[in-house]
């Protein structure tokens, strides 16, 4: 037998261990910051013949790519934080020289609705100075993209800021080089686009004529057309320019990348790509894909409101990253094990709207399930096969018909009673507890709709795991203002839970936190990887374990703990307490009920015990995905945990 039994204790005694976690938050492979909300503008700012790209995202960063070659529709990241500029989050950019004198202004725009003005430092230099961060006092409410043009060529120029609700605002010029601007109205042209207008500025068939483009959140072009020369009325052509139609939030910018005398249109996405578009044929307002990502975005930083789940779906000792976002959900696999490294594998691995996804074979049968919750209840998929990538609609709400709003889901059996409990957070900060209606079951029934009476400001995003090795499960819930709250079981097996920290390790992130534990590097301890708003993961690998030596006792009774990790893949931890000398007989069970693996055998003394099992039976040979069960007998006790094993 390969596994060892630990003994912790002597005779009579068991010093305790308090273990304090440390993370260090690891960055390369692609973790960290997503780029959510692309925005994008085009300009030459250092006159060197190639365009330079500045994109603004929802993080308020401003990054910049520009031109390989001189007509190249290939670009390459200069930076990810432009000037170091970070004017809230939302950031929407344009630029022009608002006061004629050969330097460009950089208008950006945020999610308050303000208007920053920065302005070039000298002619051709990529440096830029804030001069005010409230232009003109501006206030569009929430929201401000901004465009400027001279539609009624009158000298002056005409700023139009579109806004959340899908309005445009239009602001005039006081004076020629002027930073005064006046309000002309909130309601240009009475446009309403639904909601978040991004207006850009064209001539595209060449009529002299200017044709408005302007993006909105359902993905979709909006085509205006100026009435006459001069006008200042503009006429709606069509709602879906080309027919296109993104993943959300359309923002759209139009230049001639290559020089061909074709216009390109680069269309930044919810998602965070760059679509890149080009003009049928000169003169034409039809437009064809050319490029689905302009520029080459670490695929890890894709997406928004990133949900995140490891674990091996096929069964090949490498972690599978399950990526929920807005609008899909994302298979990533480690390139080696114990790596950072992931790579993308299927970028539609299942279309989902807001999408946080849990796993775990919920029926034993050692094909896994995935929950999936979306904006107003829960889908269950089915693995094809063990070990297979490929999953198929099972069942729409296993819950019933359920009244939550961006359900978050996560799953673990928190009285031990080998029926599952199913735990929601949502989107107004409320836990929600379901119950497996039978052990195997794929359907589960409410239990309380205000779990441990938790109320949490805004979305919530709950997990388990038990942190410091006590057999008490920890309960990570990730806010809408992400921080991780950290609650405590009070006592095994127990639904009642203790608050120990509102900031747990004093973590704090961007926006938004979807909390999950795994053993990325291989070392035997849980890593947390934490989901943003702006589609980033962040990974903060476990540092040490410091222990801090207490007073000794003697277990009050006998226990036998939840094993971790749990599911697993190529080994878990087991636990027990004995309160007094017991012959012991620990071992596991398939789901018929057959043994197929002895721990231990044998007399043991009073203390506290940690066992290894590497999902093998008798014989050292691998077992199959699926249920096992744990059976601990000591004397006349005994006591039944149940295990997953993934492959």
């Known amino acids: 037998m390969n596994d060892k039994i630990l003994v912790l204790v002597s005779l009579a005694f068991l010093t305790t261990t308090v273990f304090g976690q440390s993370y260090t938050e690891i960055t390369e492979g692609g973790w960290g910051q997503g780029i959510n909300e692309s925005d994008p503008a085009i300009t030459d700012i250092d006159h060197d013949g190639l365009l330079d790209l500045i994109v603004g995202c929802r993080d308020g960063r401003l990054y910049h790519y520009e031109q390989e070659t001189e007509g190249s529709t290939s670009f390459q990241l200069i930076t990810d934080f432009f000037n170091d500029i970070n004017v809230n989050e939302g950031t929407s950019v344009t630029f022009t020289d608002i006061d004629n004198d050969g330097l460009l202004d950089m208008m950006v725009g945020n999610v308050v609705g303000e208007l920053a003005h920065f302005e070039q430092n000298s002619n051709g230099s990529t440096d830029f100075t804030l001069v005010t961060r409230k232009f003109n006092d501006i206030d569009a409410g929430t929201r401000c993209l901004p465009a400027f043009t001279d539609f009624d060529g009158d000298g002056l120029l005409d700023m139009l800021i579109g806004e959340y609700d899908g309005n445009l605002n239009y602001y005039e010029q006081e004076a020629a080089g002027s930073n005064s601007f006046s309000l002309v109205t909130e309601t240009f042209c009475d446009i309403d686009v639904g909601l978040i207008s991004r207006p850009c500025f064209s001539d595209m068939d060449g009529d002299g004529l200017l044709d408005m483009i302007i993006g909105s959140d359902d993905g979709l072009i909006h085509h205006y057309k100026q009435e006459s020369v001069h006008s200042g009325s503009f006429e709606l052509v069509s709602d879906t320019l080309s027919g296109i139609a993104i993943n959300g939030s359309a923002k759209p910018c139009m230049t001639d990348l290559d020089g061909n005398g074709l216009l390109d249109m680069i269309v930044g996405s919810f998602e ?132 939550i709003y961006a359900v978050a889901p996560c799953i673990a059996d928190l009285d031990n009673d080998t029926r599952l409990d199913l735990i929601i957070g949502d989107a107004y900060g409320k836990l929600h507890h379901f119950q497996q209606d039978s052990v195997g079951s794929s359907t589960f029934s409410l239990i309380t709709d205000f779990f441990n009476d938790i109320e949490i400001n805004g979305n919530i995003c709950p997990t388990f795991t038990d942190i410091d090795d006590d057999g008490l499960l920890d309960l990570i819930i990730g806010t809408r203002y992400a921080t991780l709250v950290h609650y405590e079981q009070t006592t095994y097996s127990s639904m009642e839970f203790t608050l120990m920290t509102d900031k747990f390790n004093n973590l704090d992130f961007s926006d938004f936190g979807a909390p999950e534990f795994a053993d990325i590097n291989g070392d035997g301890e849980p890593d947390l990887i934490v989901g943003e708003a702006y589609g980033g993961i962040h990974y903060l690998q476990r540092t040490d374990v410091s222990q801090v030596e207490g007073k000794n006792i003697t277990p009050l009774a006998f226990t036998l703990y939840p094993n971790y990790p749990n599911p697993f893949n190529s080994g878990t931890t087991i636990q027990y307490d004995l309160s007094r000398k017991a012959w012991v007989n620990l071992c596991i069970y398939n789901s018929q009920g057959q043994r197929v693996r002895t721990l231990y055998d044998n007399y043991l003394p009073e203390g506290s015990f940690t066992i290894r099992w590497d999902g093998k039976n008798e014989n050292g040979i691998p077992l199959s995905s699926g249920f096992y069960l744990c059976r601990l007998r000591a004397g006349e006790f005994w006591q039944t945990i149940q295990l997953l094993l993934t492959k």
């Open 272 to 403: 965070g790509d760059l679509l890149f578009y080009e003009q049928d044929e000169a003169g034409s307002v039809t437009f064809s894909l050319k490029k689905p990502r302009l520029v080459q975005i670490d695929a890890m930083k894709l997406g928004s409101r990133a949900n995140p789940a490891l674990t091996d779906l096929d069964g090949d000792g490498l972690l599978d990253l399950i990526k929920g976002t807005g609008s899909r959900i994302m298979l990533y696999e480690q390139d080696e094990a114990g790596s950072p490294f992931f790579t993308l594998q299927m970028e539609n691995f299942l279309k989902v709207d807001y999408a946080a996804p849990c796993i775990y074979d919920l029926d034993g049968n050692g094909q896994l399930d995935m929950l999936i919750g979306t904006w107003h209840g829960i889908l269950l998929y089915e693995q094809d096969a063990p070990g297979s990538l490929s999953f198929t609609e099972k069942l729409k709400n296993p819950c019933g018909t359920i009244d």
